[in-house]
């Protein structure tokens, strides 16, 4: 479909709303707030549609809470008891079933923009747009800001843009040549002062205190690196910890787990740009929910009746076997 046709039926899901709920991910990260705040950006400029982003979980790293601070808080928080509301919902960069979101089976889900892998249930949807050879969100929201003729101001390409940078980390993983287009063209954009100040934010004392504890649980397996970080101050946190630890020399796959609130989050990241999200569904099956790219993906468990260093003991089991790797190898540790 060409961009102005899906700008059309776009636009078409909508126009008889006078309001609309904007949901991404759980735990949002900059591309899934960039991609909202630019749908909600097109939608207003195109049909003077009021929109409203809700999420669900926490928004902890550090960066990401700069990003919303400079963007104005432009979400909220959707409480667990809140009932699905009367009003239609668009989904960002997840997808109805995915198990990432805040979506009631009996919402009125018109709109579904995303670049994971197409789900069954996303089809049934009256529009949905899902490239998934597409590295970021951000990237295909550019392209309907661009069908309908929209220069994006500077607040809104500098968040663009870092959602474009941390997703494809820097055009370096996942990329297409829509990315590179995307990165190039709002890089000019950009409010310099505020990217950096966005990237180099502050971190709390328990980014350090997880770091260490991830360092010395680290144990190596040949080219894998699993850490089982223990209790998480927030779900976000291994994730950090699997990108940082990804760094080091000859590990081609990491996978960083900790417990947070009554669920084992995972995270898995490998330099093979290939595997991660079957890594994941393999290591999560039908235990909890999972999901990803190649090159990175992540999944939640839930352990309400169990011990999460047990279910942390048995997962590592079943991640050196899906890896190829004798159960009982014994790891080496990194520090």
């Not at 950096?196 to 360092?215: D, M, T």
């Not at 089982?228 to 000859?250: F, I, K, Q, S």
């Amino acid at each position: 479909m060409e961009a102005k046709d899906r700008l059309r039926a776009l636009l078409a899901a909508v126009d008889s709303a006078t309001e609309l709920l904007v949901m991404p991910h759980n735990d949002p990260d900059p591309d899934a707030i960039a991609a909202a705040v630019a749908l909600c950006y097109l939608l207003e400029e195109q049909l003077g549609l009021h929109c409203r982003i809700v999420y669900r979980g926490i928004v902890g790293r550090a960066e990401n809470k700069a990003l919303l601070s400079y963007l104005g808080s432009p979400l909220s928080r959707l409480r667990f008891a809140d009932p699905c509301p009367p009003l239609p919902i668009a989904l960002i960069d997840t997808q109805p079933g995915a198990g990432n979101n805040a979506l009631a089976p009996d919402c009125d889900l018109r709109i579904v923009l995303d670049h994971h892998p197409l789900r069954q249930e996303t089809s049934r949807m009256p529009f949905h747009d899902v490239r998934t050879h597409v590295g970021a969100t951000s990237t295909m929201l550019l392209g309907y800001l661009h069908a309908a003729n929209l220069t994006p101001p500077a607040w809104l390409a500098t968040a663009l843009f870092y959602g474009i940078k941390t997703d494809t980390m820097g055009l370096s993983r996942g990329t297409c040549q829509d990315d590179v287009d995307a990165y190039f063209y709002l890089q000019p954009l950009v409010e310099i002062e505020a990217l950096v100040r966005i990237e180099r934010a502050q971190v709390p004392p328990q980014y350090f205190r997880s770091l260490v504890a991830a360092l010395q649980a680290a144990r190596i397996h040949d080219n894998l690196l699993l850490s089982y970080v223990g209790r998480l101050a927030y779900p976000g946190l291994a994730a950090e910890m699997a990108d940082l630890m990804l760094r080091l020399e000859g590990i081609d796959w990491v996978v960083c787990y900790g417990a947070y609130e009554e669920e084992l989050v995972l995270s898995v990241r490998t330099t093979q740009n290939s595997r991660a999200d079957e890594l994941v569904q393999q290591i999560v099956g039908e235990l909890g929910t999972a999901g990803g790219h190649g090159a990175l993906a992540g999944g939640q468990i839930p352990f309400i009746d169990q011990d999460p260093n047990d279910l942390a003991r048995d997962l590592e089991e079943h991640i050196l076997s899906s890896l190829g790797f004798p159960e009982e190898m014994e790891g080496r540790p990194l520090v």
